[in-house]
Structure formats: C-alpha cells, structure tokens
C-alpha cells in the first residue's frame, strides 16, 4: 500500500493518504492558494452593481483597496460594516 502512495506523490500527485494529512498542521495545508486577479475591462465595473465608473458615479477606494461606487458601497453599509470582498471593517481613504 505505501508504494501506491509513494507513485502517486512520484507521479506528481498532489493527493495524499489520510495517515499523512491528519498529521500536517492546518497551516501548512492550505499554504499555496493562489487567487487570480484579472487586468482586464473588470477592473472598470463596481462589484456590487457591475456597472462601469463615470464621472457622475465616480470609483472610491477603500483602504483594504477594493474600489466601488461611493453610492454602492454607502448602501451597503446600510447592511454591512464590512468590505463586501475580504469582509474587513470598511474604512475609507482619508485622501479621497
């Protein structure tokens, strides 16, 4: 049985016996996650209504850096003390 676990990792397997997982820490399994950010046109749309910026419903940054709506992110404080992405406490930039 360990041969078929040893050519499974050999192979390129990420995937590992339950003996072997039960004693790594949780720290070290969920370790290489990686989150994918797009440069693209998505960048120009609010999150929580998908439209785009304008001059009359301009972009404001937050200092967790996520960017919406002014209009957008004060109604959803009406709801939410936090960032609708990482969930932190909403603060605003004091340079906007």
Excluded at 43 to 64: A, G, H, S
Aim: proline share 6%; glycine share 4%; charged share 25%.
């Amino acid at each position: 049985m360990e041969n078929l676990n040893e050519s499974k990792y050999e192979g390129g397997s990420m995937m590992s016996s339950p003996e072997s997982s039960s004693k790594q820490p949780l720290s070290e399994m969920t370790t290489g996650i990686t989150y994918l950010h797009s440069e693209s046109e998505d960048e120009d749309v609010c999150p929580i209504c998908l439209e785009e910026y304008t001059y009359e419903n301009p972009r404001i940054p937050l200092k967790c850096t996520h960017i919406y709506h002014l209009s957008c992110i004060y109604e959803w404080l009406e709801r939410s003390e936090s960032c609708p992405i990482c969930s932190k406490m909403v603060q605003f930039n004091e340079e906007t």
